[in-house]
């Protein structure tokens, strides 16, 4: 019982240490969102949010509500 506590904690943690670095990543490009706000999509603000991350294509797809919300917002 005590490992799946652990591994349940290890989760969130590292879930929430992505949501930082999307959170840090989308702050940085407020401007250019609200510049490009006519074009620009969920899906092609996760492909620059992954390129500005330096992560593969399509990693950020699991987490895209969480964009979406945050975009919303």
């Given at each position: 019982?005590?490992?799946?506590t ?16 999307i ?26 949010l ?24």
């Open positions: 019982m005590a490992e799946q652990t591994t349940t904690a290890v989760v969130d943690s590292a879930a929430g240490d992505m949501e930082s670095k959170k840090a990543a989308l702050l940085s490009r407020v401007s250019y969102f609200r510049e490009q706000a006519d074009s620009l999509t969920f899906v092609g603000v996760r492909r620059l992954e390129e500005d991350l330096g992560f593969d294509m399509y990693a950020l797809d699991p987490h895209k509500k969480f964009v979406k919300t945050y975009l919303e917002q």
